[in-house]
């Protein structure tokens, strides 16, 4: 989480205490250590709960395995069944795919949009109104809209109509082994790019105007000021929004459930997060399903050590 | 928007007035508007009146612009059909709860974690922010059981709306976003307030907070957002038709309907939030880019 | 910090530790469902839902009617989605504990429930004091539900699958519908011909996503005279010249003909809305579908007609069969149990109420007739009232059913691990039915080795 601390933010002072003798130092020591475990105490059972309690019985269970009600250590069983199963690697193939196509089309559409918008002195407000619409739409709607209209593998489809007008060759959308994985970032992008938009607007109009003067006497033209005063100036921003959508990437799911119907042709939209589903709740594998959870969790904990000592050593 | 017009940018505005400057200035301009309309509005106009068409005619060769005989039952029984409207309220209802308790508990964490710092703190705040990176995919089977069968207390959480509430506040992105704003704000202001004999509490709802706004909109913002975006949970935990979300009850619907009925069902789930988000844009479009990169 | 500041930060801390155990409290609790006064509830799913308007109304009549003539006993009655076992929902029931006291599954479920530990042992209740007509029920239905000579559920329906056809498109077409297709050969030269009458109708259409494709791969290979794992359990045992026969017929109506519709990827919904919609010639399903496609996808009736199975050269060597049943929740009394058989007596087993009420249904929108649920052994005496009171009441022409009654096809079940085979079989039918290009051995082999696979780690 490095790139997340604000650079020159210093550590603050130790809160001035009065000190008032021992015994009674000692109590107002406990009391107010006990008001500020008051305060967490909220927020702890929750993530208690909910969060690290489940990571360990996540563990647990990837161990075990629950016939008639009974529950048993398998040790290795669930991993080796996960592994077997015909879908994993095709799984983590379209996962890996599927994040690289949205760092690619869902990560630099939203900068250059955000650059372009931030140029125009007009219609402002229309255009920010216009790209966080989809955000707003309920994600199985804006996904019902793109499988039933826009990737309808006939010519009445919206898409295939454009691109028989534009005389391009059509394609067969979600049907297609090919499309797959690109018409889903699309869809995807479309329907949550407006968020990353703004983010990205905000931290733009942050950059002071001085940098891209003294670059333009620099006789800097338009991409090396992008390049040495815009990405720079934004880079923190940059750093958290490409963590936070390559966790929300990882997780594709409702996308492949409602476009590829699950699936998809020969596999060819089986995400992990999918399998996770596929194997809890229809192959009544719970303990399955924990274990590629666990699997998930070692292959994320990896990349983001890989992330972190990359970006800590550009530092 | 915050930044006025004069203000510099990548492109200075001298370039823009210009000759040439102000002719591809123009030009793009016009351009942007129409390549945005056309990219944002016009699936939805055609998500609009596909609905209207019937299923011939959206089988039709090239599709048409406009339906030729408009027929409203898909709408209509879309909606007697699905009902809509408790499945709105569901996830209103459900929204509303996720930002009450994160509100709550996650500001009342973070300002401890940032002013009280009590013992072990920074231990918890480090196991808090340790699930920054976990995608909640990965811990959706665990999580799921423990919501079936709480520990120690073994009640079943499910249909139970505190089965989303609760496990959205352990959010460590809050926790972060909350403590770091709260640590920008001088202990010296505390202080005063010490002083003057305000505990805690006092200190936290008269000072911190009526600075905290900002931030307090971002996060509030990003809890209704997860709501009404979140999916496979909602499916999971709120399995039955009464307490299903607007997105999890349209897939359900999906399984036994007509596609122009569930488009149409999709439309009329879309309106209410559009509408909400085109009354309060201005308020919704500043608090995200007033707190999010400061925060 | 004064005082009373520090209590209310006590307070403030309660209430927050408080938020958690409220929130348990206020979930609901099971109770044993019987009261002081011995009055008995029980909760009951698969209730139709909203939009099956005579059906729901049906259903409330029976419910009425019940406690009527019970006092003692109150039904709840839930209602869990259009289709009754949607498996990720239905195991979501399960692990999650939520189901009603009695509980709908597939013939196919039995080892799902047991390894969920829900159901009840109910076989020393199995007598005709509460189900009257329980020795008359076809020994081979009870057997599905049986494990270990014990008896966990109770069925109410069982069916097979034939070929479901609309006669409408068969007449445009200028087929004849007194006469389907009896070979594949025929339904594809019959699919081209519907396909080439009406432009927006697939001739033939066909499952290949959510696990209804592998669904429908093993009822097509049985029609072959294949199967879908050998004897023992152990192999894969489609990659074969019957295995490779069906993915053949489907590719060539898809692609050599182009009489399947260009929407391919469907699973369960998508095809009978479509058949409701009238823009599909011929499916495989049972004869039940057609009341689906009525009730619940507002198709009409009278379009339909079901015909058997068709093989590759001939009558189909065998057919898939499958049916449904009550299970009981574990842990319900002694009242309940019986209370929950009473109901399915009165419900789904009694010759003249509930389901049987044909009289009631015969003027609804709602097929009498039909050579389904099959419960009861053939020439028992239910059997035969049975028979009497749906041919006095039938309210579709007997013939579009009789050729699928008289032609009778042996039955075969669904493969053990039905669920995990059928998801790799789907990609097989997405393959064959989404590629022009696809190669149909390597299809197969690589189903097979993954079905291999899944059966050596043992699933």
């Known amino acids: ?315 | 928007m915050s930044q006025e017009s004069g203000a510099r940018t990548l492109i200075s505005q001298a370039q823009l007035r210009r000759g040439k400057g102000r002719f591809v200035y123009w030009t793009l301009l016009t351009l942007v508007v129409l390549g945005f309309t056309l990219a944002f509005v016009g699936p939805l106009y055609w998500m609009v009146t596909g609905a209207l068409k019937t299923g011939q005619e959206i089988a039709q060769t090239p599709p048409t612009l406009w339906p030729k005989d408009p027929d409203f039952s898909n709408y209509t029984d879309a909606w007697s059909n699905l009902n809509l409207a408790k499945l709105l309220f569901n996830t209103f209802y459900y929204a509303a709860g996720a930002v009450l308790f994160q509100l709550v508990l996650d500001t009342a964490a973070a300002y401890a974690l940032s002013k009280l710092r009590p013992i072990l703190g920074n231990v918890i705040l480090g196991a808090m922010l340790a699930t920054l990176m976990i995608p909640a995919i990965v811990l959706v089977v665990p999580q799921y059981v423990t919501v079936i069968d709480l520990p120690f207390a073994h009640v079943n959480m499910l249909d139970s709306p505190f089965a989303i509430w609760l496990p959205l506040v352990a959010n460590a992105f809050n926790i972060f976003l909350l403590k770091r704003f709260f640590d920008s704000i001088p202990d010296e202001l505390m202080a005063a307030a010490q002083v003057d004999g305000a505990g805690p509490l006092r200190t936290l709802w008269s000072i911190i907070l009526p600075m905290s706004r900002p931030i307090l909109g971002v996060v509030s913002i990003f809890a209704v957002t997860y709501v009404w975006k979140d999916f496979l949970w909602p499916k999971l935990v709120m399995p039955s038709p009464e307490t299903r979300t607007v997105s999890v009850g349209i897939y359900a619907f999906s399984g036994g309907s007509s596609m122009n009925e569930i488009v149409a069902a999709s439309v009329i789930a879309a309106i209410p939030t559009v509408v909400i988000f085109l009354i309060f844009q201005r308020n919704i479009m500043s608090g995200l880019t007033a707190g999010s990169v400061k925060g | 910090m004064s005082a009373p500041q520090y209590r209310r930060v006590a307070a403030f801390a309660l209430a927050a530790g408080l938020g958690l155990s409220l929130a348990a409290c206020s979930t609901k609790s099971d109770d044993d469902g019987t009261s002081a006064d011995g009055k008995v509830t029980i909760t009951v799913d698969c209730m139709p839902v909203g939009t099956e308007k005579e059906l729901l109304a049906n259903w409330n009549a029976d419910v009425a009617a019940f406690e009527k003539a019970n006092p003692d006993i109150t039904i709840k009655s839930v209602s869990v989605g259009t289709q009754c076992n949607n498996p990720p929902d239905f195991t979501a029931r399960l692990a999650g504990g939520t189901t009603t006291d009695v509980f709908y599954g597939y013939m196919t479920d039995l080892q799902q429930v047991l390894d969920s530990g829900q159901a009840m042992d109910i076989t020393p209740y199995l007598t005709t004091d509460n189900i009257a007509t329980w020795d008359d029920v076809d020994p081979a239905l009870k057997g599905v539900f049986t494990d270990g000579g014990k008896v966990y559920g109770v069925p109410v329906k069982n069916y097979s699958m034939g070929l479901v056809y609309n006669k409408v498109l068969f007449s445009k077409a200028g087929l004849d519908p007194a006469n389907p297709p009896k070979t594949w050969a025929d339904v594809r030269t019959a699919a081209k011909k519907i396909a080439g009458a009406d432009k927006n109708a697939a001739g033939y259409a066909e499952y290949s996503a959510g696990n209804t494709g592998g669904w429908h791969f093993t009822a097509e290979i049985y029609s072959q005279g294949g199967q879908v794992l050998s004897a023992d359990g152990k192999k894969a045992d489609f990659n074969n010249a019957q295995g490779k026969q069906v993915l053949q017929n489907l590719k060539d109506m898809r692609y050599g003909d182009n009489s399947m519709g260009s929407r391919q990827l469907l699973q369960w919904g998508d095809l009978l809305t479509n058949a409701a919609a009238g823009k599909v010639g011929m499916f495989v399903g049972a004869p039940d579908t057609t009341q689906a496609i009525v009730s619940q996808f507002k198709g009409k009736y009278d379009d339909w007609a079901v015909a058997p199975l068709p093989g590759q050269d001939g009558p189909a060597k065998a057919t898939l069969g499958g049916g449904e049943g009550y299970f009981f929740k574990k842990g319900l009394t002694d009242a309940q149990v019986k209370a929950g058989l009473k109901w399915i007596a009165y419900q789904k087993l009694t010759v003249g109420k509930g389901q049987f009420d044909y009289p009631r249904a015969k003027p609804q929108n709602y097929p009498v007739g039909v050579p389904q649920p099959l419960l009861f052994t053939k020439d028992s005496a239910t059997a035969k009232a049975e028979f009497e009171l749906r041919k006095a009441n039938a309210n579709v022409d007997p013939s579009i059913y009789s050729l699928f009654e008289a032609n009778q096809l042996p039955i075969k079940g669904e493969p053990a691990n039905a669920q995990a085979i059928y998801a790799v079989l789907d990609s097989a039918m997405s393959g064959v039915l989404t590629n022009p290009n696809a190669n149909i051995d390597q299809l197969l082999k690589t189903a097979e080795d993954k079905v291999n696979q899944l059966l050596t780690a043992g699933s």
């Open chain 1, 1 to 315: 989480m490095a790139t997340m601390t604000a650079p020159g933010k210093t550590e603050q002072p130790a809160r001035q205490v009065p000190a008032p003798r021992s015994g009674a130092r000692r109590s107002r020591k406990i009391r107010d250590n006990l008001t500020g475990h008051a305060f967490l105490i909220g927020a702890v059972l929750c993530f208690a709960v909910f969060t690290w309690y489940p990571m360990i019985r996540g563990i647990v269970m990837s161990f075990q395995r629950t016939r008639r009600g009974v529950t048993t250590w398998v040790g290795w069983d669930n991993y080796t069944r996960i592994l077997a199963d015909p879908s994993f690697w095709p799984a983590w193939r379209n996962t890996a795919y599927f994040t690289l196509l949205a760092l690619v089309i869902g990560y630099a559409v939203p900068f250059f949009v955000a650059i372009l918008l931030n140029e125009l002195r007009h219609a402002k407000g229309y255009l920010r109104i216009l790209v966080y619409i989809p955000v707003m739409l309920p994600p199985a709607s804006a996904l019902f809209l793109f499988k039933f209209y826009a990737y309808d593998p006939s010519d009445a489809g919206l898409f295939n109509a454009i691109l028989r007008a534009l005389h391009l060759p059509t394609s067969q959308w979600m049907q297609s082994a090919e499309a797959t994985m690109p018409a889903m970032v699309i869809a995807s992008t479309w329907m949550n790019m407006g968020s990353a938009v703004l983010i990205y607007l905000a931290s733009l109009q942050n950059i002071p105007g001085e940098l891209y003067e003294a670059a333009e006497l620099d006789g800097a033209g338009l991409w090396r000021r992008i390049w040495n005063v815009t990405i720079p100036q934004t880079r923190l921003i940059l750093g958290l929004l490409a963590m936070m959508q390559i966790v929300a990437t990882m997780q594709v799911f409702i996308e492949p459930l409602i476009l590829a119907n699950g699936a998809g042709t020969e596999d060819s939209a089986t995400t992990v997060a999918y399998l996770i589903y596929q194997h809890g709740f229809f192959q009544n594998d719970l303990n399955g399903a924990a274990a590629l959870g666990v699997i998930m969790l070692v292959a994320l904990a990896a990349f983001s050590a890989v992330y972190l000592r990359l970006t800590t050593k550009n530092d």
